[in-house]
């Protein structure tokens, strides 16, 4: 393939915080950024270079859209399929729209994963209440019923202790296609961040360790305080779950780690990812910038970690008391602070993040809550 230069203009389907940073570091590197999104000024849209307002089922819009630059990538997978398949028709999309595809529907990602052999939660379909009733005797409880379609975040989720709780959970998944999955007493959680580049080279950014609440992830850190065998045997899942969906881009794996150190796949996004975000500060070449090198065809960046670092996510709940006091948390000199250019903070939702750097993951801890306390 030849390689996207700078100048060309990149078409970023999606507008969220994602493209944002992607935008940034592809304008950096002299490249131009279009967007597209239902929504209007959008922290994708205030870095791009043009920022269009269109529905994701617009494919007139999106025709027009993907002929005006050189390759389409995403920030936002729950495109649909034919969104992507009409991107594709005029320009590349990478990764392919058979990647969104697969990972945008858990029940078709799940067994994607269990196909390709990789460990994962025992899952069951759920499409009624006796299928949930059957479902939860076979795999047993506790468990947790997920919606197939457009999860994010812990959105679309019930825990499920016991029968009781049946019609609660069903009527969280708003009584659709769902998934059914054993709930995992884990010991830890951690994800993988991996590129692999048109040439088939493959890249990963290390374990990092990832601390979620309410279904939410609140902390990263990287690197991941887990023996090597668990590293080890993270990155070779990760390889081969790039290669086996011929993923040309950045790519995450979430994991559980049980308390007997198995992995179990969570989930897959393949993107830029929240516990990324780290990548911006610390390392030789951000998640952000190996995606675009990966979409271009060029060679990627080394991922080399500069220095331990600790991300902490700052929800909308942070502006309740009114704006937050951005100079006390910016006094920590190793601490930096990312906004979104969001312009309404709503609780859980993701507004920015503080990324601490120190000599090793606990100091970088300690320091970014400091900064996020001073807020
Ligand atoms: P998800 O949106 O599916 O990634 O879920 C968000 C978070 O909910 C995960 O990162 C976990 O902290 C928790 N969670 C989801 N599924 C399970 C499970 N099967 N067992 C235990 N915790 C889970």
């Known amino acids: ?171 969280t998944v708003a009584q659709s296609e769902s998934v059914l999955e054993a709930f995992v007493d884990f010991e830890r959680e951690i994800s993988v961040v991996a590129a692999r580049g048109a040439d088939g080279s493959f890249i990963h950014y290390g374990v990092i360790e990832n601390q979620h609440r309410d279904g939410i992830l609140r902390v990263s850190l990287a690197p991941a305080r887990v023996p090597n065998s668990v590293s080890h045997a993270a990155f070779d899942i990760t390889r081969t779950v790039l290669e086996t969906l011929g993923v040309v881009g950045v790519l995450c794996v979430e994991f559980f780690v049980t308390k007997d150190g198995r992995l179990l796949i969570n989930e897959l996004a393949p993107r830029p990812h929240n516990s990324g975000h780290f990548t911006f500060d610390a390392s030789v070449t951000s998640q952000f910038e190996q995606q675009l090198r990966a979409v271009c065809g060029l060679p990627l960046g080394s991922p080399a970690q500069l220095s331990p670092a600790a991300m902490i996510n700052l929800l909308g709940d942070q502006w309740t008391k009114g704006e937050p006091n951005w100079v006390a948390a910016t006094a920590i000199p190793n601490v930096k602070l990312h906004l979104y250019g969001k312009l309404a903070p709503r609780p859980g939702r993701k507004m920015g993040h503080l990324t601490a750097l120190a000599a090793n993951v606990e100091q970088a801890l300690t320091d970014a809550n400091l900064a996020f306390k001073a807020l």
């Open 1 to 171: 393939m030849k390689p996207i230069l700078p100048g060309s203009a990149i078409g970023v389907l999606g507008s969220g915080q994602l493209g944002r940073m992607f935008a940034i570091a592809a304008r950096r590197m002299g490249y131009r950024v279009h967007t597209l999104s239902p929504d209007q000024d959008t922290p994708t849209g205030q870095v791009a270079d043009l920022e269009i307002n269109a529905a994701y089922e617009d494919l007139d819009a999106i025709a027009k859209f993907a002929s005006a630059v050189s390759v389409v990538t995403f920030e936002f997978e729950n495109v649909p399929a034919n969104t992507a398949a009409a991107a594709e028709r005029c320009a590349p999309v990478r990764p392919a729209g058979h990647i969104l595809h697969t990972t945008q529907h858990r029940l078709r990602e799940k067994t994607f994963l269990a196909n390709a052999g990789l460990p994962l939660t025992p899952f069951r379909r759920v499409t009624s209440l006796d299928d949930l009733a059957k479902a939860a005797s076979e795999i047993g409880l506790p468990a947790i019923l997920k919606t197939a379609d457009f999860g994010y975040d812990g959105k679309g989720q019930h825990r499920i202790a016991g029968t009781a709780d049946f019609p609660a959970a069903w009527k």
